[in-house]
């Protein structure tokens, strides 16, 4: 089982509806959830992290964490054609002292206009 | 600097020449990280540093791979005799220290490719 699952889709929405992203990662001591955006040749960039339970809202951006069910989401409203891209989920190693991020692999996400 | 800074940006090498690939962390960040990116493919980690020293090389995928840091700064990854399988999108990204919650800002990469 890989540490952090996402479907690589493609998953493409309509303009102006809800992207829905999802997550699951395996490790049950994980503390810390990161989403990132990767546009086709460049670098990943932050979007949005999340330490607790529930949601957390920014913009057109929501992350839901739920750790019981060991599972991560992002919500995009208001798809725009920009928003077109990679999206991908990292999580924090549990380790004490190990700061790594374990990457997904990403789910493309395509906006069509 | 203002962000994290990759030098070379592209790198065309021929198979079994050694390559160097230089990071300059974000000003201040105690933390730097390599990962590799193939195309088409996730983010996969190589090594870590805290400071100068590294508690996790556990990526590096063979010992033609090292990597080292000098000064809590720069970093350089270096690969030895390289083979076409190492062509990929070499990412450095650097963090501030444990309490930032290992919020990473990435550099824009080190193109590769062994011919």
């Known amino acids: 089982q890989k540490e952090v699952e996402q479907n690589s889709g493609p998953l493409s929405v309509p303009e102006g509806a809800i992207a829905s992203l999802n997550c699951t990662y395996s490790d049950r001591g994980s503390q810390s959830f990161f989403w990132y955006r990767q546009y086709s040749g460049k670098s990943p960039e932050l979007i949005m992290f999340?330490?607790?339970?529930g949601d957390k809202e920014d913009g057109r951006f929501t992350a839901q964490l739920n750790k019981a069910s060991q599972y991560v989401s992002l919500l995009i409203r208001d798809s725009q054609p920009s928003d077109s891209a990679t999206y991908l989920c990292?999580?924090?190693?549990?380790?004490?002292?190990?700061?790594?991020?374990?990457f997904g692999t990403g789910t493309r996400l395509t906006i069509i206009p | 600097g203002a962000g994290v800074s990759q030098s070379p940006s592209n790198k065309v090498t021929e198979k079994g020449k050694d390559v160097e690939l230089r990071c300059d962390p974000i000003?201040?960040?105690?933390?730097l990280y390599w990962y590799r990116q193939s195309l088409g493919q996730g983010l996969e980690f190589l090594i870590y540093?805290?400071?100068?020293?590294?508690?996790?090389k556990s990526g590096l995928p063979s010992d033609r791979f090292s990597a080292e840091r000098t000064g809590g700064s720069v970093s350089t990854l270096t690969i030895q005799r390289t083979q076409q399988e190492d062509s990929a999108v070499y990412l450095c990204?650097?963090?501030?220290?444990?309490?930032?919650?290992?919020?990473?800002?990435f550099g824009e990469g080190s193109w590769l490719t062994v011919v």
């Open positions: 540093f805290q400071g100068n020293s590294a508690p996790d």
């Open positions: 990292a999580v924090n190693a549990a380790n004490f002292g190990n700061e790594k991020l374990t």
């Open positions: 999340i330490y607790s339970n």
């Open positions: 000003s201040g960040h105690t933390a």
């Open positions: 990204a650097s963090s501030s220290s444990a309490n930032d919650g290992n919020t990473i800002y």
